[in-house]
């Protein structure tokens, strides 16, 4: 099993609407990252959390770190076709800075 | 100021070959990383290297792969004689000496194995 989990793993939504992805971790997480990948191309990287607690926004890219460290949330608010791809976190979790370990990531496909 | 720069982008092998990934950091980043994503999974480390030194392979198979950064040039992963489970996206990130700063992937290389 992942070490981890993201959830959902694939996510259809319709144009406009909201949409949450989450990230679970077993352990403390000492930095997390979200990077969004499309079909046969390169990670484009979206935003780095590293305090419990910590929000950061891009445009209209949300994500989030929870007090106890070990889930993050990514919510894009009134979705548009250039967000469809695959959304995959990395996390830090040994506090090393490196070696991260890698959910699975979520397709994400955005309807007209 | 270019990103992370990989070649080639795709790359098809014969079983038994051998595979040169070749990988450019960001101008002033001293730490490459490289990561391997099979189908339908995650990315998987695979080797930590600054310049002329290799800190973690970890995550590298032990036998027909090794990995370089040399003092001048861009960083290299090396498969001999590959195999079809070979195949896979690879990628490379660069990072800058001071923690905290994240990393920079490239598009990587897709590496077929016939």
């Known amino acids: 099993s992942q070490e981890l989990e993201q959830s959902p793993q694939s996510l259809i939504v319709q144009e406009g609407k909201n949409l949450t992805i989450n990230c679970t971790s077993s352990?403390?997480?000492?930095?997390l990252y979200w990077y969004k990948q499309k079909y046969g191309e390169g990670l484009i990287f979206l935003m780095m959390?590293?305090?419990g607690g910590e929000e950061k926004s891009h445009e209209k890219i949300t994500a989030k770190l929870d007090e106890k460290k070990q889930q993050s949330s990514l919510h894009i608010t009134a979705s548009q076709p250039s967000h469809a791809g695959i959304y995959l976190c990395g996390a830090d979790i040994q506090g090393s800075n490196y070696q991260l370990i890698w959910g699975a990531g979520t397709k994400l496909i955005i309807k007209p | 100021n270019a990103g992370v720069m990989q070649n080639p982008r795709h790359l098809v092998r014969r079983r038994g070959q051998e595979a040169r990934l070749r990988c450019s950091p960001v101008?002033?980043?001293?730490?490459v990383y490289w990561y391997r994503q099979l189908p339908e999974e995650g990315l998987k480390f695979m080797v930590y290297?600054?310049?002329?030194?290799?800190?973690?392979e970890s995550g590298m198979p032990k036998e027909r792969f090794s990995a370089e950064f040399p003092k001048e040039g861009p960083s290299i992963l090396r498969i001999q004689q590959v195999v079809r489970g070979d195949s896979a996206a690879y990628f490379c990130?660069?990072?800058?000496?001071?923690?905290?700063?994240?990393?920079?992937f490239g598009s990587g290389t897709r590496l077929t194995v016939v």
């Open positions: 990130a660069s990072s800058p000496p001071e923690v905290g700063y994240g990393y920079t």
């Open positions: 352990k403390t997480l000492y930095g």
């Open positions: 101008k002033g980043h001293s730490h």
């Open positions: 959390l590293q305090k």
């Open positions: 290297l600054q310049k002329e030194n290799i800190i973690d």
